[in-house]
């Protein structure tokens, strides 16, 4: 089942500085795709293009219309078009994962993760960040999914940047998203740590059905973990397959010299 179809996308900053030039991309759910490409090839604005925290200047994002209406039609619908509050709807059920984790750091863990959950309370609640017992049990159970359970009552700024990380997965995962949107999330770990983190955002994913696409720093975090890979140059696709098709004159065109 496609979960996600971009038609021709472009995105200018200003009239001479094309950022994405034509993207095309059809993402099955479940799948787990890695994202590479120089620095400022487009990556970060094609994430933020698909929930629309950076709006597209042409071209069609596709998704099922179930993500915002709950129901099972099978029909798609143009994010691109998409009013404030089916955005907002959107959202909800769409993760962002920094590269900086976005966690707020004078609070603890627990009030972090349960952060997650705004998208579905009242203004009120929301506001007064009043939460029941349920979701608190749901915070917690999240946390022990990123091995972090004992952590929960710490403040956030005490943690490393890799326990920081699964945080903000943990939060993430509060909000029972259908699709993952992480942005180069490991870019500020060591190798280690980041395996680590994309090991559990993988088993995660893997577990709920998540769809996830991931921009990563590493060619060799990104055909250790990409079920399938996209290579941009210049704001284009200009691979798209397996890890085993990702050949050296392939990241030679990705990456020259």
Avoid: W
Wanted: net charge positive.
């Amino acid at each position: 089942m496609i979960i996600l179809e971009i038609e021709d996308l472009h995105k200018f900053y200003n009239a001479n500085t094309p950022v994405l030039r034509g993207i095309n991309l059809a993402v099955r759910r479940g799948e787990f795709v890695g994202i590479i490409g120089l620095s400022g090839s487009g990556k970060s604005t094609l994430l933020r293009c698909i929930n629309r925290l950076v709006e597209p200047t042409s071209g069609r994002i596709r998704i099922p219309m179930s993500l915002v209406n709950g129901k099972a039609d099978g029909m798609l619908a143009d994010v691109v078009r998409f009013k404030r509050s089916e955005l907002r709807l959107l959202r909800r059920k769409t993760g962002m994962i920094f590269q900086q984790f976005n966690i707020v750091k004078r609070l603890s863990v627990i009030e972090n993760v349960l952060s997650g959950g705004l998208g579905y309370q009242s203004l009120l609640r929301s506001t007064l960040r009043r939460f029941t017992q349920e979701e608190r049990r749901k915070a917690l159970t999240n946390l022990k999914r990123v091995g972090l359970l004992g952590q929960a009552y710490r403040r956030a700024d005490e943690l490393s940047g890799g326990e920081q990380q699964r945080v903000a997965i943990a939060r993430t995962l509060m909000q029972e998203p259908a699709l993952i949107l992480a942005d180069e999330p490991v870019s500020s770990l060591d190798p280690k740590l980041s395996r680590v983190v994309l090991d559990i955002l993988k088993r995660v994913c893997r577990e709920d059905g998540i769809t996830a696409l991931v921009s990563l720093h590493t060619l060799e975090l990104t055909r250790e973990y990409a079920d399938r890979i996209v290579g941009l140059k210049n704001g284009q696709i200009v691979f798209d397959g397996s890890a085993g098709e990702l050949t050296d004159s392939v990241v030679e065109e990705i990456y020259p010299r």
